[in-house]
């Protein structure tokens, strides 16, 4: 393998280890839920990455074939962690915080996470393919 090859392999490498590790003691350090949010969900991912990229690199110009391995776990890594980035995000507000605490909105229904629409009329929702 060429020297150049090796030192951007181990580059990616070091640099998704420090991502790795400075997402693990935000987790562990950060007080709140919504401050922990953001290690596992930014700083891991970018670490995750970092391997991913190595890998890339080192089966492209070793092995001579392209792997899209990593590019679909890529893919689902990137799809995945801002949703459930949100589902927990949502799932503290909905037990942490009351509805009279929140800002105003300009919105419609308000928060959507309290608010029923106006008058609690539920045949606006999206018919499932059942008689009412």
């Known amino acids: 393998m060429d020297l150049w090859i090796e030192i951007l392999v181990a580059a990616f490498l070091v640099i998704s280890g420090v991502f790795g590790l400075v997402g693990s003691f935000g987790l562990i350090k950060l007080r709140g839920t919504m401050q922990r949010l ?12 970092g391997v991913l990229i190595a890998s890339m690199i080192y089966f492209t110009f070793v092995r001579g074939g392209v792997s899209f391995h990593e590019l679909l776990i890529t893919l ?3 799809l995945t962690a801002p ?23 300009k919105g419609e229904y308000g928060w959507a996470v309290y608010d029923d629409p106006p008058g609690g009329d539920t045949s606006q ?8």
């Open 38 to 49: 953001h290690a596992p969900t930014k700083a891991t991912t970018l670490g995750v990455g």
């Open 83 to 105: 949703i459930t980035a949100n589902f927990i995000a949502k799932s503290y507000l909905a037990k942490h915080v009351t509805p009279d605490t929140l800002p105003e909105t």
């Open 125 to 132: 929702e999206p018919h499932l393919g059942k008689d009412r």
């Open 76 to 78: 689902f890594l990137f």
